[in-house]
């Protein structure tokens, strides 16, 4: 039996079309391997990498570094209930995260004292990278429109000492408008289709799979990432994500943000490679074609515990004229 038995006939011709042969296959394995480990970071905000390590040891768990971040480490996966039972855990000294979602927000790079928005923030995650990376010096300001998400991030936040973070229940749709260029750097990992987490042996990861659900969260993205555009400064960085393969929710959001900008807006390359296999951005999908700089965007193939991920970076050259 192929993996992809049960998925639908149009999912896998598009990743065939998509992803090349090398690629497909990583994606068909993705299908029906688990990570073999599991990924945290050490919360430097609470402790250093070094009492945490010791305590984790200490414990009998066998923590081994993933060399792109130096507070990153990864046990077997057999250990990962251990791991959030143990005591370093339970102080707040360590966050369970895939590696694929630290690079959003280390792209973003924001650094202490600087005015930073991430405008679908929850349930955290790349929240905490930031504050991190911040030394809970500045503004970061977290937006959810999620009753039930936006409490989950306000208390992951909570718990791991985050106190640079001011979390708010808003449409992140609207924020741009509300407060236009006043942030340093926004980071927007937008609500996706979610192809890079379907798993064969879980159908309620394809069950709502098709083109109308991928349009109509692409409306969504174009609006969110408008909003975005509008919130960032003229010299700002912004971070568009998605944990999606579908190009009318990656390179097709940004491509329309470059017209709707025109002159304003510019797609960069990345500030580092992804330590893992990533496709540069297409510039052509089913007839559509896409402004030059897309290409600059990375899709990370899944694989080992990297999951994949799209990524693009952009700069605000200018104000728009007209706002």
Same mark, same amino acid.
Request: hydrophobic fraction near 45%.
């Given at each position: 039996?192929?993996?992809?038995?049960?998925?639908?006939?149009?999912?896998?011709?598009?990743?065939?079309?998509?992803?090349?042969?090398?690629?497909?296959?990583?994606?068909?394995?993705?299908?029906?391997?688990?990570?073999?480990?599991?990924?945290?970071?050490?919360?430097?905000?609470?402790?250093?990498?070094?009492?945490?390590?010791?305590?984790?040891?200490?414990?009998?768990?066998?923590? @081994?570094?993933?060399?792109?971040?130096?507070?990153?480490?990864?046990?077997?996966?057999?250990?990962?209930?251990?791991?959030? @039972?143990? *005591?370093?855990? *339970?102080?707040?000294?360590?966050y369970i995260q895939n590696p694929s979602s630290m690079l959003a927000p280390m792209?973003?790079?924001?650094?202490?004292?600087?005015? +930073?928005?991430?405008?679908?923030?929850?349930?955290?995650?790349?929240?905490?990278?930031?504050?991190?990376?911040?030394?809970?010096?500045?503004?970061?300001?977290?937006?959810?429109?999620?009753?039930?998400?936006?409490?989950?991030?306000?208390?992951?936040?909570?718990?791991?000492?985050?106190?640079?973070? +001011?979390?708010?229940?808003?449409?992140?749709?609207?924020?741009?408008?509300?407060?236009?260029?006043?942030?340093?750097? +926004?980071?927007?990992?937008?609500?996706?289709?979610?192809?890079?987490?379907?798993?064969?042996?879980?159908?309620?990861?394809?069950?709502?799979?098709?083109? =109308?659900?991928?349009?109509?969260?692409?409306?969504?993205?174009?609006?969110?990432?408008?909003?975005?555009?509008?919130?960032?400064?003229?010299?700002?960085?912004?971070?568009?994500?998605?944990?999606?393969?579908?190009?009318?929710?990656?390179?097709?959001?940004?491509?329309?943000?470059?017209?709707?900008?025109?002159?304003?807006?510019?797609?960069?390359?990345?500030?580092?490679?992804?330590?893992v296999t990533a496709l540069p951005g297409i510039t052509s999908w089913r007839g559509?074609?896409?402004?030059?700089?897309?290409?600059?965007?990375?899709?990370?193939?899944?694989?080992?515990?990297?999951?994949?991920?799209?990524?693009?970076?952009?700069? =605000?050259?200018?104000?728009?004229?007209?706002?």
């Open positions: 039996m192929l993996p992809e038995e049960h998925l639908p006939l149009e999912l896998i011709a598009r990743q065939q079309d998509l992803l090349g042969a090398d690629a497909m296959a990583a994606w068909r394995r993705r299908l029906v391997e688990s990570a073999p480990s599991t990924v945290f970071r050490v919360n430097t905000l609470q402790a250093s990498v070094l009492s945490v390590l010791g305590g984790l040891r200490a414990a009998g768990l066998t923590p @081994e570094p993933l060399s792109f971040r130096d507070d990153c480490f990864a046990v077997p996966a057999s250990q990962r209930r251990a791991l959030t @039972e143990s *005591a370093p855990a *339970a102080a707040g000294e360590v792209y973003l790079d924001p650094r202490p004292g600087e005015e +930073v928005l991430d405008l679908a923030a929850a349930p955290g995650g790349k929240t905490l990278v930031m504050a991190v990376a911040m030394d809970n010096r500045g503004r970061l300001a977290a937006v959810e429109r999620s009753r039930p998400r936006f409490f989950k991030l306000r208390a992951n936040c909570a718990a791991q000492g985050a106190t640079c973070v +001011v979390p708010y229940l808003k449409d992140g749709a609207r924020v741009g408008r509300l407060t236009p260029e006043r942030f340093d750097r +926004v980071l927007l990992d937008a609500p996706c289709s979610a192809e890079a987490r379907i798993r064969a042996d879980e159908p309620e990861t394809y069950a709502d799979w098709g083109m =109308k659900r991928i349009k109509r969260l692409a409306r969504l993205q174009a609006r969110l990432l408008d909003s975005a555009i509008r919130a960032l400064r003229p010299g700002g960085r912004l971070v568009y994500a998605t944990c999606t393969y579908a190009p009318e929710e990656n390179e097709a959001v940004i491509d329309a943000a470059l017209v709707r900008w025109d002159g304003v807006l510019d797609v960069v390359p990345p500030p580092f490679e992804p330590p559509r074609t896409y402004r030059q700089g897309v290409n600059h965007a990375r899709r990370i193939v899944g694989e080992g515990v990297w999951e994949g991920f799209f990524l693009a970076v952009l700069e =605000k050259r200018r104000a728009r004229d007209d706002g």
